[in-house]
């Protein structure tokens, strides 16, 4: 158990497959947590938005809902921020983008060790009990709010799935710094880091939903060593 003894976390699996959905309910039980499942897409939306989790695992391959249009609905139609980590077989990375596009926090191939569930799950909550009372970040004509977790370029609203989000608050902190790739990993994964196939595809996101036709790339890559966000002039 990663919370304070008087702390439960309160998990909630949406898993079809038996065996999977068995094991890591057993693993993440035996650790001290609250945890609920259910096998199918709807029925996991509705505990989802009915209910206050500090994490949701999630299915892609699902019945009724895949994982995809649960994990957009939660994000778009509900408004829920719920750190979502999504298990699957797929591991292409077009998959892997869908799922960050719709809002996923964070990615496992099966088959996977419940350690490394439960690392991941540890630093998705980190994440989001980390942003209550920070300050507004500025950087040219960027500006974050890591409270409300909204985000403007040039006043205009940008969108981010919630890993972006994270990368962005973290280079944000320090303009014109040039982050290793290790470092961007490690503040944006925690202890379970990703490869850097996996950062790119997030720094791809980011850069699209910051471009605009009249600004420059406000997203520096420093060959050999890693990025760097530019002081925009506004």
């Known amino acids: 158990m990663w919370a304070p003894k008087d702390v439960i976390v309160r998990i909630l ?70 750190p979502v980590l999504m298990l699957t077989a797929r591991d292409t990375l077009e998959d892997k983008l869908a799922g960050f596009e719709r809002g996923a926090d964070d990615y496992v191939i099966k088959p996977f060790a419940l350690r490394e569930v439960e690392a991941r799950l540890r630093a998705l909550i980190a994440r989001k009990q980390g942003r209550v009372g920070q300050r507004l970040l500025r950087a040219g004509d960027l500006k974050f709010d890591p409270n409300t977790l909204n985000i403007t370029r040039d006043g205009r609203a940008v969108k981010l799935p919630p890993k972006c989000v994270r990368l962005l608050e973290f280079m944000m902190q320090r303009p014109g710094h040039v982050f290793s790739r290790t470092e961007l990993e490690s503040a944006v994964w925690g202890d379970a880091l990703e490869s850097s196939e996996t950062l790119r595809s997030h720094m791809h996101l980011l850069r699209r939903a910051l471009a605009l036709a009249d600004r420059p790339d406000p997203i520096e890559t420093v060959r050999g060593f890693g990025y760097r966000l530019r002081e925009v002039a506004q």
């Open 13 to 82: 699996i949406i898993e079809d497959d038996a065996d999977i959905a068995s094991n890591v309910y057993d693993y993440l039980k035996d650790r001290g947590n609250t945890v609920d499942h259910t096998a199918d897409g709807v029925t996991g939306l509705h505990m989802a938005v009915t209910h206050e989790y500090d994490a949701i695992i999630l299915d892609v391959a699902l019945p009724g809902m895949n994982g995809f249009d649960v994990c957009r609905k939660l994000r778009e139609d509900a408004q829920r921020d719920t």
